[in-house]
């Protein structure tokens, strides 16, 4: 699967289980996808690199977005997240609007 945003694709890995939801990015240095989360709020801790953060509800409207968010740190759970996608610092810019899932 692909995301595509803006003029962009990027390949969209999804975590389904409980180990991959926990591990996450964690440990992870130059990645080059985007990981996709059923989840509302997350943490960098363990992680090797900044991250760009999309969060979105169940259709994948975008409700939120952060740019080079820090390691380290606890992104608290927000109301009617459904989806949360985590790829590359640098990846998506102040202006997006819309996402979408390619097969």
């Known amino acids: ?31 080059n996808f985007c990981l996709r989360l059923k989840c509302n709020g997350i943490h960098t801790f363990f992680m090797k690199e900044k991250i760009d953060l999309i969060l979105t509800d169940k259709n994948n409207n975008i409700l939120y977005t ?13 109301k009617n997240v459904f989806y949360t996608y985590e790829l590359p610092a640098g990846t998506i810019n102040n202006t997006l609007k819309k996402i979408e899932i390619l097969n």
């Open 1 to 31: 699967m692909k995301l595509k945003f803006d003029d962009k694709e990027i390949e969209l890995k999804e975590a389904n289980n409980f180990f991959d939801k926990l591990l996450g990015l964690m440990f992870k240095k130059n990645f």
């Open 66 to 78: 952060y740019q080079n968010f820090n390691k380290n740190r606890i992104l608290l759970p927000k």
